[in-house]
């Protein structure tokens, strides 16, 4: 499972805040929205590759809010045209 536990994540002049949501272990989880709304950094908090100002990132039981990326044990491949 992954939780996102009240987290508030600012990026330059862009700011989430306050977001928790769950993914049950063995579902998926989609993000949808506009170009600009937050997915992309939602996920590279996920994956620690920026850091959330406030909250927790839980996957299973064990808290990663504060480990590196390599430590967390997720992959995350961006969309991007340079793959």
Do not use: C, W
């Not at 989609?30 to 709304?37: E, H, R, S, V």
């Not at 908090?45 to 850091?51: H, M, W, Y």
């Amino acid at each position: 499972m992954i939780t996102l536990d009240n987290i508030s994540i600012t990026a330059g002049a862009f700011q989430l805040d306050h977001v928790s949501l769950k993914v049950p272990h063995r579902h998926y989880g989609i993000l949808m929205g506009a170009t600009g709304t937050g997915k992309t950094t939602l996920l590279e908090a996920i994956a620690g590759l920026i850091p959330i100002t406030n909250g927790s990132i839980i996957f299973g039981t064990r808290d990663v809010t504060s480990l590196k990326p390599a430590e967390r044990n997720i992959g995350y491949v961006p969309q991007d045209s340079a793959l």
